[in-house]
């Protein structure tokens, strides 16, 4: 059983590593369906991009994409992670709950995948809700099968990463396949969910323009989706992958320029998203 640690401050990028070292693999893990316990990565307090307003981001452990661009690698195992109690969270969530309902925020659980620990989110995003605060989980949604409809209750809001709308390209990006997340979406726009749906521009990797316009064509219809978010490649994770000993194949890759981005974002509007 791993150690109860304290859920730790920070930002999404710190670099944690094997602070769980006897914590189970992510593929395999199985929650109790309670949540009591989960493993973290770290929180940020003050985010205006995760969500509406003012928002607590809190990073969880445990991906079971491997993309080839993530900041984040030292999310995707739970062993790298904190191993806490719910009620740590909720409780420190209810030190800053006055602040952000009182600037229209919340909290928006990201990772590594927050549904990777499905009853742990849904513990927290309960408690939030109790709170009167604004709910959102972001998601590659490849686990979206897993979100019943008691977990979907405790979500206001879906940030979903169509990391690309071709298949194959999704494939070589994530090393999964892109089906669940297609599914996924099909299901928040039937039942009318709010979704923002982020789509990370990486030049040699996402930017052909017939797999944009595949994510176009898809999200366009879609009355749920609030706001299309191209986001940019950076290279800011680069050193993690290089302290973690991985293999990055993207050291050499530049972010996007200012002119394909506003040739994705027109391609979007084309098609009937609002991007952004
Ligand atoms: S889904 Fe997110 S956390 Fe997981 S590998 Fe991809 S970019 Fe990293």
Redesign the pocket.
Known sequence: MSQLGTVEAGSRHDLRVGLSPDAPDEAEFRDDGKGAFGYVHSYESSSRYDGPGLRIVLFLSG?L???SY????D??HLKDGTYVSAQQVIDRLGDFAPALRSLAGGITIS???PMVQLAFTRRILAAAKQMGLHTAIQT?GFLGARADEDFLSCVDLVLL?IKSGDPDTYRRA?ERELAPTLRFAERLAAMGKPAWVRFTLVPGVSDDPANVEKIARFVGPMKNVEWVEVQPFHQMGAFKWKAMGLEYKLADTQPPTRETVERVLGQLREAGCRAR
């Open positions: 991906c994409l491997r993309c993530c900041h984040n690698p999310t995707w990772g590594g995948e590659s990463d994530t």
